[in-house]
């Protein structure tokens, strides 16, 4: 092998260059900032999208939160015995009025 071809020139600079690309994706990956060609650091930068893609994830993390709030106390509906979700029914019946709308049933006729 002839250490001073062409060759190992080229195999040295396109090793350099994967080293470098799988080094930045890396980096990138975890969250750090990247390398330049010159060995300088580039920092991530807050644009407008970046923060409104961060407030967005915000709020769908708390629609998630009451989503998964819901899906537990539907959960617990269909696991418990009948008795006992009748009994919860009742109890919320006897509670005082709120302010929540009251359905008048008997005055609208069937058709």
């Not at 930045?24 to 970046?50: F, M, P, Q």
Request: hydrophobic content about 40%; charged content about 30%; proline content about 2%.
């Amino acid at each position: 092998m002839d250490w001073g071809g062409p060759e190992f020139v080229v195999a040295i600079i396109a090793l350099s260059t994967v080293g470098w690309l799988v080094n930045n994706w890396i980096r990138a990956k975890h969250g750090y900032s990247l390398e330049d060609e010159w060995g300088g650091k580039t920092e991530r930068t807050n644009t407008v999208e970046t923060n409104e893609l961060r407030a967005e994830n915000d709020e769908l993390r708390g629609l998630l939160g009451k989503v998964d709030k819901r899906m537990q106390v539907l959960e617990r509906i269909v696991t418990d015995k009948g008795y006992s979700v009748a009994a919860e029914i009742e109890a919320l019946r006897d509670r005082a009025p709120d302010k929540s709308v009251q359905l008048d049933t008997a005055s609208k006729e069937r058709m």
